[in-house]
């Protein structure tokens, strides 16, 4: 067990360094910068160079929504969620404190802004609602969690489910960026909340409901359309 909440810790801790690096640090420099498309990028990439790396130690979750999903798709213990979820929780953190002492040193430093957090209303990129917020987190992350089952499947191609979980992850931001700022993933929206600016700690509450409620409907439409024994 050591060896596989360390797992979850570093492929977490990865996704956020990453991911959310990439959007504050390199997303709007100017004329050079990454932008969304770029971010995206990143945070699929984060996911299949870490399945690749730990995958086979902890299963390569790195998500409170994925291990909830794979529970529920009988893929998971029960009694591993918590700890699972606790790895999680504690590397996007660590991972966001990090981020919070590099982006520190910048000239001129004033403050995070807000700092790759998740949102809606007036804290959404575009300014969705929260009915929208609620929409696409929870479909967004219901079908991550049909390719993380299906990819993962017997019947599945041996060897390419990182490279489809990734690719998921890529293309989940670049759909869903404009409104929320993509999370799918509650420990990645509750490390950055902690150290942001503005309302990113009052609306962390529907980055935990909606992401668990779509992993909860994603392993439900699994097991249904299901052949496996």
Not at 86 to 97: M, N, S
Not at 107 to 126: H, I, L
Request: charged share 5%; with cysteine; proline share 5%.
């Amino acid at each position: 067990m050591r060896a596989k909440l360390m797992a979850e810790f570093f492929g977490t801790f990865w996704l956020v360094l990453g991911g959310c690096g990439s959007a504050v640090l390199a997303a709007g420099v100017a004329d050079v910068g990454i932008g969304w498309l770029g971010v995206s990028l990143a945070f699929g990439l984060t996911v299949l160079t870490m399945a690749f790396a730990v995958g086979h130690i902890s299963g390569g979750h790195f998500n409170p929504a994925v291990s909830l999903g794979l529970m529920i798709g009988g893929r998971f213990p029960s009694k591993d969620l918590l700890p699972y979820w606790g790895a999680q929780v504690v590397g996007a953190i660590l991972a966001a404190a990090v981020l919070y002492l590099i982006v520190s040193g910048a000239p001129g430093f004033e403050g995070v802004g807000s700092f790759a957090t998740n949102g809606y209303g007036d804290a959404s990129p575009e300014g969705y609602s929260m009915m929208s917020a609620l929409v696409i987190e929870i479909v967004m992350t219901a079908f991550f969690i049909i390719i993380i089952l299906g990819a993962t499947s017997a019947g599945a191609p041996a060897g390419f489910a990182p490279i489809a979980i990734g690719l998921g992850l890529t293309l989940i931001h670049l759909v869903s960026i404009p409104v929320t700022n993509t999370s799918v993933n509650p420990a990645r929206s509750t490390g950055v909340a902690l150290f942001a600016d503005g309302p990113a700690l009052a609306q962390l509450w529907l980055f935990w409901v909606a992401p668990l409620i779509g992993g909860a409907v994603g392993a439900v439409i699994w097991k249904a359309m299901s052949t496996e024994e």
